[in-house]
């Protein structure tokens, strides 16, 4: 039995280093702790088929592994019970979006086995040459420029790096691609409204701010990679306040010299205090939005009173 434990906060990269280790086998049963227990997975990891054929079970965790407030360890013991005495047959897949708990007896036993693959987030220089590299497999060639611009569209995300990508791969098949094609396909006019909406946060003009909200309808631009925009700006201010390491902190976040001195001008209106709260509240802004407590036409409204005011 192998048992895998992967970390990103990027879906997709997560995806793409399970399909690495399932290569092409065919019985794969997935669960989502969301929604089934832990005992839910164990029971079919216990069930041995008829015929000896060996299964994959992809579990998505979410939380599992994470720190946790209340101490909460049945699910942990039902696990770790099953590994010590666990179906040969069995591989486990234990995916999360959360950092580990590395404190935990089960990230400690499976780390053990050398089976903890975490994926760290790739910085703006990585993420070109891999944009560049996934074309490049797909028969279409771009140059740093076009894969730097296609990168840049996408927030320096990884997950909507890939969905850029898609489109341009569906769209032109294969060839060599020019700036005036990408931009055909990736607008840039979402990327300066949501840059202009975030620098409106930051400085706290609220009429900038509602402004520009009617052209995020206009645009069908989705709240939550504005929301995603702001936050990491805001992240970004506070490191700079709170690190010694200016060049290193550039390279990991992709900023720029004349970006550099952009967010200098800015931090100095902040405490370290009152970014944190607003970086607490803009991931409970993207968590209610996307469970669906806030409407799309209401929420970048609210962010945008709360945070203007």
């Not at 906060?9 to 794969?28: A, H």
């Not at 019970?81 to 897949?93: A, F, G, M």
């Not at 990168?151 to 909507?160: A, P, T």
């Not at 060049?247 to 970006?259: D, R, V």
Request: hydrophobic fraction near 35%; charge should be positive; include cysteine.
């Amino acid at each position: 039995m192998r048992v895998y434990l992967i970390y990103s906060d990027s879906y997709k990269r997560i995806n793409e280093k399970v399909n690495e280790i399932v290569n092409d086998f065919s019985n794969i049963i997935k669960f989502d702790l969301r929604i089934n227990t832990i005992s839910d997975v164990i029971e079919e990891a216990n069930y041995y088929s008829l015929t000896g054929e060996g299964k994959i079970i992809i579990v998505k965790s979410n939380d599992f592994f994470a720190p946790k407030k209340g101490k909460d360890d049945k699910s942990e013991d039902i696990l770790l019970k099953y590994l010590n005495n666990s179906n040969p047959l069995v591989t486990l897949i234990f995916t999360c979006e959360k950092p580990f708990d590395k404190r935990k007896k089960i990230y400690k036993l499976i780390s053990e086995n050398k089976s903890v693959i975490e994926l760290m987030p790739y910085n703006k220089k990585e993420m070109v040459y891999k944009c560049t590299e996934i074309l490049k497999q797909n028969k279409i060639n771009a140059n740093y420029d076009v894969c730097n611009y296609i990168v840049e569209n996408s927030y320096v995300n990884y997950d909507i790096c890939l969905s850029e990508i898609d489109k341009i791969i569906l769209y032109y098949k294969s060839g060599n691609l020019t700036m005036d094609m990408v931009k055909n396909i990736c607008s840039s006019a979402n990327n300066a409204s949501v840059f202009k909406f975030s620098r409106c946060i930051l400085n706290k003009d609220l009429k900038g701010a509602l402004s520009l909200i009617n052209d995020f309808e206009v645009l069908k631009i989705d709240p939550s990679i504005v929301i995603i925009s702001i936050y990491k700006d805001v992240q970004f201010l506070y490191l700079l306040k709170t690190s010694k390491n200016e060049k290193n902190l550039c390279y990991m976040f992709g900023k720029e010299a004349w970006q550099l001195n952009d967010y200098n001008n800015i931090k100095s209106s902040f405490k370290t205090s009152e970014l944190k709260k607003i970086i607490i509240r803009l991931a409970d802004y993207d968590y209610k939005y996307k469970c669906g407590i806030y409407q799309k036409n209401v929420i970048l409204d609210l962010i945008a009173l709360e945070f203007c005011e």
